[in-house]
Nanobody, 115 residues
Framework: QVQVVESGGGLVQAGGSLRLSCAAS????????ISWYRQAPGKSRELLAA???????NYVDSVKGRFTISRDNAKNTVYLQMNSLKPEDTAVYYC?????????WGQGTQVTVSS
């Protein structure tokens, strides 16, 4: 079962940018869908963006135009470029890998956006 590890979180001012990375333990070409989620304190985990093995992408409305999901097959890594960050983007961001009936979650990376 593939394992994923997130990195790249941190503290940034409103309007700033961060790029999160989701590194997989094996080839991501075998993974059907890799998604980014986030969970803010007291809220449920929400799906933000997803990318398929074929490179198709989807975004939730709240991040369209600000966040971009991409993949580097050579590095077995999926990225989430986050621009124009807002305080309400503060959350723990998680990567999820879905391959067949199996899914894997990373440990999460904290993103804090100050006003």
């Amino acid at each position: 079962q593939v394992q994923v590890v997130e990195s790249g979180g941190g503290l940034v001012q409103a309007g700033g940018s961060l790029r999160l990375s989701c590194a997989a333990s094996g080839s991501i070409t075998s993974i059907n869908i890799i998604s980014w989620y986030r969970q803010a304190p007291g809220k449920s985990r929400e799906l933000l963006a997803a990318i398929t093995g074929g490179g198709s992408t989807n975004y939730v409305d709240s991040v369209k135009g600000r966040f971009t999901i991409s993949r580097d097959n050579a590095k077995n890594t999926v990225y989430l470029q986050m621009n124009s960050l807002k305080p309400e983007d503060t959350a723990v961001y998680y990567c999820n890998a879905l391959r067949g009936p199996y899914q894997s979650w990373g440990q999460g990376t904290q993103v804090t956006v100050s006003s």
